[in-house]
Nanobody, 124 residues
Framework: QVQLAESGGGLVQAGGSLRLSCAAS????????VGWFRQAPGKEREFVAA????????YYPDSVKGRFTISRDNAKNTVDLQMKSLKPEDTAVYYC?????????????????WGQGTQVTVSS
């Protein structure tokens, strides 16, 4: 069993940057996918980024491509999400999650373990 915990959220002005971290405890990240999702009030959970840990292949939707970067920090055993050029529409609770089975990396139900989330608020 792995426990995930997000950190690094906060309030930032439009155009600013934030770095989120997802820390794993219980079991370390190994050859799985780790994804970041976000959910704004009244909206469905939305795919933001994913990384396939054995190859470090990364995936992004068009809405964040070029602005967000997902990466693994082996020394800290975290998967980080660097966000730049933030927009008010990026405001949401951000979650990290782990996928070990089949299923598309952009689909939330493909992921079996989730963190509690961290709030990101971008002011205009």
């Amino acid at each position: 069993q792995v426990q995930l915990a997000e950190s690094g959220g906060g309030l930032v002005q439009a155009g600013g940057s934030l770095r989120l971290s997802c820390a794993a405890s219980g079991r370390t990240f190994s050859s799985y996918y780790v994804g970041w999702f976000r959910q704004a009030p009244g909206k469905e959970r939305e795919f933001v980024a994913a990384i396939e840990l054995s190859s470090a292949t990364t995936y992004y939707p068009d809405s964040v491509k070029g602005r967000f970067t997902i990466s693994r920090d082996n020394a800290k055993n975290t998967v980080d999400l660097q966000m730049k050029s933030l927009k008010p529409e990026d405001t949401a609770v951000y979650y990290c999650a782990r996928k070990i089975g089949r299923g598309a990396y952009w689909v939330p139900r493909s992921f079996d373990s989730w963190g509690q989330g961290t709030q990101v608020t971008v002011s205009s």
